[in-house]
């Protein structure tokens, strides 16, 4: 089950994670606002790009819908004890419906046995949560969805800076990202919108940068310098 929390209306600072009515706080302060204070750099995305607020929007402590694969991340996260989240950051590109946005999040342990069995539970079921995660969506708006798949994108298909065809430096960003596309037909055949997933794992902290756009544009190269500014952001 995902758990939600809107931020619509919040006010900055801790009153941001002050959530629903009756929330018990669950969140450590300092971690949250150091979370907070991090920023995409100016131009990451590319040029054409701007700042959007996303009112209304419902942030979600575990982002993925119910089911196996859910479960499975939902125990590994739980060993780690989320202490920060920040969900409510988003930009648009002037021209066509290209949308990204970004996910911060903050885990309690400190060492890397942690975030690599995190990792490797992603790597594992990544994909089959991606997919019933957008099934769900479409199922919250009471909207049947058509065929979902979200596949891979391996090292040597990406482009720079995180392509890579042998093995990558392990401080790099190239071998710190996964990345998953989701393609997405419920629209129907003709309006195809993919979802370029990139997650970038660094210590105690988790980005995860999701750009939609619509079938036929390729966003690869603004996705990827994104996910390596989000490296050295989150390594600062």
């Given at each position: 089950m995902r758990l939600r929390r809107s931020r619509a209306g919040a006010a900055p600072g801790s009153q941001r994670?002050?959530?629903?009515?009756?929330?018990?706080?669950w969140w450590d302060a300092?971690?949250?606002?150091?979370?907070e204070a991090l920023a995409l750099p100016k131009g990451?995305?590319?040029?054409?790009?701007?700042?959007?607020p996303m009112l209304n929007n419902v942030e979600e402590v575990e982002p993925h819908a119910s089911g196996p694969a859910a479960d499975a991340l939902t125990a590994v996260r739980a060993e780690r004890r989320l202490v920060a989240l920040d969900g409510g950051r988003a930009w648009r590109r002037r021209e066509g419906q290209v949308l990204a946005v970004l996910r911060l999040e903050r885990f309690a342990d400190d060492g890397a046995t942690g975030a690599?069995?995190?990792?490797?539970?992603?790597?594992?079921?990544?994909?089959?949560?991606?997919?019933a995660t957008w099934r769900a969506n479409w199922a919250d708006r009471d909207v049947v969805a058509g065929w979902i798949e979200a596949r891979p994108v391996r090292p040597e298909a990406r482009p720079d800076p995180l392509h890579v065809f042998a093995a990558a430096d392990p401080s790099g960003?190239?071998?710190?990202v996964d990345w998953f596309a989701v393609e997405d037909h419920t629209r129907g055949p003709d309006v195809v919108t993919l979802y370029q997933h990139l997650t970038v794992w660094r210590g105690r902290s988790l980005a995860t940068l999701t750009?939609?756009?619509?079938?036929?544009?390729?966003?690869?190269?603004?996705a990827a310098g994104a996910a390596a500014a989000l490296h050295e952001v989150l390594g600062g």
């Open positions: 994670r002050s959530g629903p009515a009756g929330e018990q706080p300092a971690a949250q606002a150091d979370l990451a995305l590319g040029r054409g790009w701007v700042a959007v690599d069995a995190h990792r490797a539970v992603w790597q594992e079921r990544g994909a089959e949560a991606l997919e960003p190239a071998a710190a750009v939609r756009h619509d079938l036929g544009l390729d966003l690869d190269r603004e």
